[in-house]
């Protein structure tokens, strides 16, 4: 039986209200990243919000853990959202000669590969490459981080690991060099929007006893700064 007319029209209705309904959430998802550019002083709140992840990140053994925390406390997943990692597969990079010198490892070692994709609810608050030594781990722990998409950080809590950090970039900056002394230009008002990676990360995760088990590249996206500019100092 063809559907009738009136069914017809419900169900266009209906799919033009669910576009719709898409394309304003994102339109509010935009407009509440590009309200921290759309002032001198919410561009220097958004660079202290960044500095003050980048200090968190690099005090703490585990991105995973500083990660759970980022969340909770800016509100952008639903209460009691923990870090998962999306596997990406298909994409893997073997270990080159500065990563197995990073792990003080020789070119007959195995050395596992993970990239995967760092969310809290539908956030996605990083993407990682992890170079691993599976002979460091616990067979658990393995099996975890092969079947699941436990985080790495999580996965391998239980070693109470260390965490010696390379390089810290900030990949973009609200404000140009020099805004401290030369002030805020003009143009810097007016920015449409945020780039997708706005920090960089490179660390070795030690064991105890100082040996090195793991390799990371960890890049994190303009989702951190997902959230409203802070009422009591927004202009």
Known sequence: MLPSLKCIRIAALAAAGMALG????????????????????SRVEALAVLQTLNANLLSNASATLTLDRWCAAHKLAP?????????????????????????????????????????CGDRVLSEADNWYLPAKLT??????????????????????????????????????????????????????????????????????DGTPFSAVVESYTDNVLDFPVPQLLSR
């Open 22 to 41: 898409t394309q304003i959430a994102f339109a509010q998802q935009s407009s509440t990243r590009s309200h921290w550019l759309n002032s001198p002083a």
């Open 79 to 119: 209460e009691g959202s923990k870090i998962v990692a999306q596997r990406v597969r298909g994409q893997d990079k073997p270990a080159d000669e500065h990563i197995r010198e990073l792990l003080t490892v020789g070119p007959g070692e195995l050395i596992a590969y993970r990239h995967v994709r760092l969310v």
């Open 139 to 208: 067979a658990e722990m393995n099996q975890a981080l092969d079947t699941s998409d436990i985080a790495f950080g999580r996965a391998v809590q239980a070693l109470n690991f260390t965490r010696t950090n390379l390089s810290a970039k900030l990949l973009w900056s609200p404000l140009s060099e020099g805004w401290d002394m030369d002030g805020i230009v003009a143009h810097e008002t007016s920015s449409p929007s945020l780039p997708p990676f706005l920090l960089e990360h490179r660390a070795v995760l030690k064991l105890r």
